[in-house]
């Protein structure tokens, strides 16, 4: 039996195991379907803090990954399909390869997806242009204009942000009102660089190897229009990793794994959360590194604790 497995194999993960490892705990990490997690899917991240000139999104995980193997981090690059877990443990996973593992204690880090449109040109011009992160790469659209697709308050937050750097804003929602709080509905109508586009669908972005502009539809009357862009941002909210985990661990209404107090306990004793599939609100690469450096940290004192 292990000491302890994380599931997860971003900022969060990586973190706790470089924590977990240096503790001699020897950890096992599975790494999923996206090893490195999301920041391999960025280009430059400029915001880490001790990178002043910036470290390409790839590279930087796989420092972290370098870093926790350097202390005996074991990786598998496979994905957990399933779980069993028991309070007080052991705790047991079933890879899709049908492999099992137990362990006394278990940390969840599997992050959270963003949401797309499901276009072919979401896929194909991503990081040249597309993103779903504004406080990642807003910095990059300096005096160009940008567009933003969405209502809620992630696509407010969004578009208030990036009016800091674009030339122009405009936001794209497919309904005449919007999701978001009113307040922060009110902040966007108020801001001379946000146009807003109502009752309309980007149904495609213009651009073979950068984003030049988008096609938009107009869902009341049909109407097809194009508008020239540098930068394509979805903010139709994120959906947290944590499908295999359902009835197994608490979550809120919208599946993030609820964390007890200012801790990462969650509901079973012996299992941890760390990082995007239990914060909705920062989903900052600095901020899941420090949760993951939280769990491993009470993962270690509970084992002591309950060894
Ligand atoms: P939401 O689910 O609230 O909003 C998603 C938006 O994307 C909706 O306007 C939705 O449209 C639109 N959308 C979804 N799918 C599509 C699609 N296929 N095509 C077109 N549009 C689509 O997600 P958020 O991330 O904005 O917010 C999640 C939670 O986090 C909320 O509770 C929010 O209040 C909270 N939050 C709070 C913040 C704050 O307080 N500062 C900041 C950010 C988030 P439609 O409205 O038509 O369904």
Redesign the pocket.
Known sequence: MKNLLIIGSGAAGLTAAVYASRANLAPLLIAGKLPGGLLTQTSDVENYPGFPEAINGFELMMRFQQQAQRFGTEILNESVASVNFTNKGPHEITLGSGEKFEAKALIIATGASP?W?GLESEKRLMTKGVSACATCDGAFYRNMPVVV???????M?EALFLTRFASEVTLI???DQ????KI?SERVMKNPKVKVILNS?VDEILGENEVEGVSVKNLVNGEKSELKCKGYFA????SPNTEIFKGSVDMNENGYIVLKGNSSYTSVEGVFAAGDCAD?VYRQAVTAAGMGCKAAIDAERWLEANS
């Open positions: 949401r449109l697709i969405g209502g809620g308050d992630t696509a937050e929602h497919r309904r919007f999701r978001a709080s922060m669908a903010a139709l909210g994120h909705h």
